[in-house]
């Protein structure tokens, strides 16, 4: 069983739509939550960074943890064509940035 | 402001040849974190290197790869022998100091692959 499973889509949705991913895992002892963006052969871009439980927002995008279903959300609001990417969430037990532990990606396509 | 620069972008080797990948991290960055993403996975976690140091490698394969990050120029990972299964991506990162992941930034990758 993998550490951190995630549905690796494709994900096809109208522009404007909301865009929810989601990311489970299994060691609880993780505590540094993040949602990562990659475009196609590019580097991952960070784009929302939450410590233990709870939501946090920004822009147009939302992070949510669960910690006691050891879930994870990012939700994308009136979602673009330029949010075509793979989104990647990555967690980590220490506050390091070694070791992060990333799922395997969720291809989204936003279709004009 | 260049980011983490990393090289080459692409590279072919054929099966027992080496591969040299560089990066050079953010100005200002101390800390080196080499990460793998083969096909349809995610990225996986190698190794940690400050200057002149490895401070965490347990992510490396025991055999056939090394890495280091010298006192002057880039950090190097190398892979010796390079066989099919090593063709992935590999992305480098770095961050000014060991704070928190959301200060850490990736290179655009070097893509290997292995004939």
């Known amino acids: 069983q993998k550490e951190v499973e995630q549905d690796p889509g494709p994900l096809s949705v109208p522009e404007g739509a909301i865009v929810s991913l989601n990311c489970t895992y299994s060691?609880?002892?993780?505590?540094?939550f993040m949602w990562y963006r990659q475009y196609s052969r590019k580097g991952p871009e960070l784009l929302m960074y939450?410590?233990?439980?709870g939501n946090k927002e920004d822009g147009r995008f939302t992070a949510q943890v669960d910690k006691s279903s050891k879930y994870i959300s990012l939700f994308i609001r009136d979602s673009q064509p330029s949010d075509s990417a793979t989104y990647l969430c990555?967690?980590?037990?220490?506050?390091?940035?070694?070791?992060?532990?990333f799922g395997q990606g969720t291809r989204l396509t936003i279709n004009p | 402001n260049a980011g983490v620069m990393q090289n080459p972008r692409h590279l072919v080797r054929r099966r027992g040849q080496e591969a040299r990948l560089r990066c050079s991290p953010m100005?200002?960055?101390?800390?080196v974190y080499w990460y793998r993403q083969l096909p349809e996975e995610g990225l996986k976690f190698m190794v940690y290197?400050?200057?002149?140091?490895?401070?965490?490698e347990s992510g490396m394969p025991k055999e056939r790869f090394s890495a280091e990050f010298p006192k002057e120029g880039p950090s190097i990972l190398r892979i010796q022998q390079v066989v099919r299964g090593d063709s992935a991506a590999y992305f480098c990162?770095?961050?000014?100091?060991?704070?928190?992941?959301?200060?850490?930034?990736f290179g655009e990758g070097s893509w290997l692959t292995v004939v």
């Open positions: 990555a967690m980590s037990v220490i506050q390091g940035a070694q070791k992060l532990v």
């Open positions: 290197l400050q200057k002149e140091n490895i401070i965490d």
């Open positions: 990162a770095s961050s000014p100091k060991d704070r928190g992941a959301n200060t850490i930034y």
């Open positions: 060691n609880s002892a993780f505590q540094y």
């Open positions: 939450t410590y233990s439980s």
């Open positions: 100005k200002g960055h101390s800390h």
